[in-house]
């Protein structure tokens, strides 16, 4: 038999001991130097094969270290089971003063926010929400609405045109939200006011201010005795209780073929109040939407009778508002989902 190092053995042992994580470890550990096939056992089985003087010392030596690992690993193993007796006491410890885990729940759009806001102070200035179909007729689109059947609004680069079926009319998504007015006449008898919020598409390029999706809230008054001052005052009482301030207007001769006459309504530039700056491009206006009084053939097209009835109508951009609102500089960040952005609102 070899010498056997008893020292370099017990070092040994008692560091494995150590060192075990789990009780299952540990008998593993235990084993290889005590089980039936382990070194110590061994040992000790050998003894018989020596000699008298070597037997003794070596049988006391193998046996002092037998009780030694017997002890480390009966330490080990209270330790092991006390560890794992803590850990799961504190997996139940509960602590019911603690508030619980809300669920994260999502929140509104900035543009429902605005949209909600724009629709709260139309109807208490007594004008109904109304809605109207994204996939539109040629006619109720263009036609209806007095624009020429050569208007290049009307071009394949303005508007996204649906696969034409043999002898159906042409369908196209709508361009803009004023085919709801034509609807509206058509089922509703004046007097009546009411506005359109909703989605519209166009056919082009986007970048900061261009997106070929975008919000418009149509309005539309018709009355016995409607005129442009009704117009200027219902956007003024508009324009101050969303801003919550008083917002100087104007309106400027433009040309659009549903409305005539027709307006570009500017606000005065938020950013300078009028002196001009590089936002308002140093006229101290920033333009809002386009307005004017119903076309006579709008309301032909409706159904009503032009010597009878008047008023006016006007299309704003509700991601303008948005942005206005908030400060926000580019169209795009409404519409690509990006969660850095719309978690600020
Ligand atoms: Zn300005």
Not at 145 to 174: G, M, V
Not at 178 to 198: A, C, D, L, T, W
């Amino acid at each position: 038999m070899e010498r056997i190092n008893f020292s370099l053995l017990r070092n040994k042992a008692e560091k494995e001991i150590k060192r075990a994580t789990d009780l299952e470890e540990l008998n593993v550990i235990f084993k290889k130097y005590l089980g039936k096939k382990g070194i110590i056992t061994q040992i000790l089985s050998s003894l018989k094969n020596l000699p008298k003087e070597k037997r003794s010392k070596i049988g006391r030596q193998a046996n002092l270290l037998k009780s030694i690992i017997e002890k480390e690993k009966e330490k080990r193993e209270i330790a092991i089971k006390k560890q794992i007796e803590q850990e799961s006491e504190k997996d139940e410890s509960i602590d019911v003063t603690l508030p619980a885990k809300r669920p994260e729940t999502g929140h509104l759009h900035p543009l429902t926010l605005v949209r909600r806001k724009v629709e709260k102070i139309f109807e208490s200035m007594g004008f109904c929400v109304v809605q109207g179909p994204h996939i539109e007729t040629e006619w109720y689109n263009f036609d209806a609405l007095n624009i020429p059947k050569d208007h290049p609004a009307r071009d394949l680069w303005d508007t996204f045109w649906l696969d034409q079926k043999r002898n159906k009319e042409k369908l196209l998504l709508r361009t803009h939200t004023s085919p709801v007015q034509v609807r509206y006449m058509e089922k509703h008898n004046p007097p009546f006011r009411i506005i359109v919020p909703g989605r519209v598409f166009r056919h082009e390029a986007s970048d900061a201010s261009h997106d070929i999706q975008f919000y418009q809230v149509e309005g539309l008054m018709i009355d016995t005795d409607i005129s442009v001052t009704n117009f200027k005052g219902i956007i003024d009482q508009f324009l101050r209780k969303f801003f919550n301030r008083k917002i100087k207007t104007r309106l400027r001769p433009g040309y659009f073929p549903f409305v005539e006459p027709g307006f570009e309504i500017d606000v005065q530039c938020f950013i300078c109040q009028g002196k001009g700056c590089s936002t308002c491009s140093q006229t101290g206006w920033v333009e809002l939407c386009p307005g004017g009084m119903v076309h006579p053939n709008v309301l032909k097209a409706g159904g009503l009778n032009p010597k009878n009835w008047q008023g006016f109508a006007f299309g704003m951009g509700l991601d303008r508002l948005a942005m206005m609102t908030y400060k926000i500089g580019d169209i795009r960040l409404f519409y690509n989902g990006d969660l850095r952005f719309l978690k600020q609102f």
